[in-house]
């Protein structure tokens, strides 16, 4: 029986609450799995990949830059933006990967806000492709 409970917050939305039984989610340290029992725990998120699996199904979501706090058997997750594989665009997400290897190869060897900008942009694309790539 599932004791975790998943919520998933963006600041326009709650995209997920409900219990599942497992957790994957991508850390600034590393992918990282949540079962249920798992001691207290914070970290930061990368723009990527997060499962979870209520039993009879699984799901993706795509995730942006933000924070996972585990503690008592709920599992926390604020980010900038998250979306399901249905709700994603494609050629949206395509054309904002486009920008952001231009805007990379533009400034090739500089280390500014804006070229870290560009990869962090880089990165959510690339989740969000992959999310609905892998979910057809
Ligand atoms: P874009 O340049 O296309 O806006 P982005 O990575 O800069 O992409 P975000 O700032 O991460 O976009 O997200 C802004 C809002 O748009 C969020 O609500 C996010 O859920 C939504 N969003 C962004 N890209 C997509 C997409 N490809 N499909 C569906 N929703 C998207």
Excluded: C, W
């Excluded at 599932?2 to 609450?17: D, F, G, K, Q």
């Excluded at 699984?58 to 709700?87: I, T, Y």
């Amino acid at each position: 029986m599932a004791n975790l409970h998943l919520e998933v917050v963006t600041p326009e939305r709650v995209v997920v609450s409900e219990d599942v039984l497992g957790v994957v989610a991508p850390g600034s340290m590393g992918e990282f799995g949540i079962l249920p029992g798992h001691v207290p725990f914070l970290t930061s998120l990368v723009p990527g990949e997060l499962r979870y699996n209520s039993g009879s199904r699984s799901e993706r979501l795509a995730v942006s830059s933000g924070f996972a706090e585990v503690s008592n058997n709920r599992v926390s997750v604020l980010v900038d933006a998250a979306e399901k594989a249905q709700e994603i665009d494609i050629e949206r997400a395509k054309k904002a990967l486009e920008r952001a290897r231009e805007r990379l190869a533009m400034e090739r060897g500089k280390q500014d806000v804006d070229h870290l900008r560009a990869e962090i942009s880089l990165k959510r694309a690339i989740a969000r492709i992959k999310v609905v790539q892998k979910s057809i």
